[in-house]
């Protein structure tokens, strides 16, 4: 990780919402209060999104996958460009209740949605009544705002980033009931006990929002260099493996054929068929009258 508290400092991450709206759950994290402003530790932030870097980056190298989750206008674009950049899912316009805690329902309604969009690329929706053929338009601009982000994830994420716990209340709530580990950049105004990696820091600043997710976005595609990486290696060792395999077999193949054709020909001795006498009947004798 590359960022440094002169950095968190520049971009603005120490400032934290005003004293009447700060959560006291907040409080270990919190550096002092300044004309009514509460001052984030920086210190701790940079701890914290270490921790967060390391963790994230072990989780997708392991092969996880990991929701980028920002509803709020401030982070929709940075959280869309970060998820498009690494290949992973994401929620940036809606978060639909039960995502999480009721996936099953959601994969079966994103199906649905693909079976339309091949539809629509077949022309099979042209040939239904105008009235049939609006109604699912209308469907599917409204499915493409739930599921545009999460239609390659045919699971359960390994992580879940989001910015603002408080505004992504549900959100951080499914992934907790579902143990989904939770990552998110929290100001004081909400509740870090609810994430397992908290981030403490101003998540209403486009620059504070933007170099916590470039950060994150750094473990994320370490972690992928990572997992290729380990993939590249798994297979070279495979590949010695079979090749050590089967030169052994190529030293033992001469005396392995000898035996073999030894164990043949006994095999055709001992199976040679014996000469035996023919079988004679016995005379059943004439009743006596």
Known sequence: MNVTPKDLLDAGVHFGHQTK????????????????????????THELLQKAYTFVEDKVASGGNVLFVGTKEQAREIMR??????????????????????FATVKKSIAKFKKYQQQEQNGELAKLSSKEE???????????K??????????????MFVVDGNHEEIAVAEAKRSGIACVGLVDTNSDPTQMSHPIPGNDDAVKSIRIIVDTIVAAVQSGLAQRDSRRSNRAADLKAVSAAVAAAAGVTEAPAAVEGEAAAEGAVVAEAPVAKKPA?????????A
Request: net charge positive.
């Open 81 to 102: 460009e970060a998820a498009t950049a690494t290949g992973m899912p994401f929620c940036v316009d809606r978060w639909l209740g039960g995502t999480l805690t009721n």
């Open 280 to 288: 004679t009947r016995k005379k059943i004798a004439a009743p006596k």
């Open 21 to 44: 709206r700060w959560n006291p759950r907040s409080k270990p994290y919190v550096f002092d209060h300044r004309q009514g402003i509460t001052i984030i530790d920086l210190g701790k």
């Open 134 to 144: 609006a109604a699912i338009k209308r469907e599917m601009v409204r499915m493409t």
């Open 146 to 159: 739930n599921f545009s982000g999460i239609l390659e994830m045919p699971e359960h994420p390994s992580v």
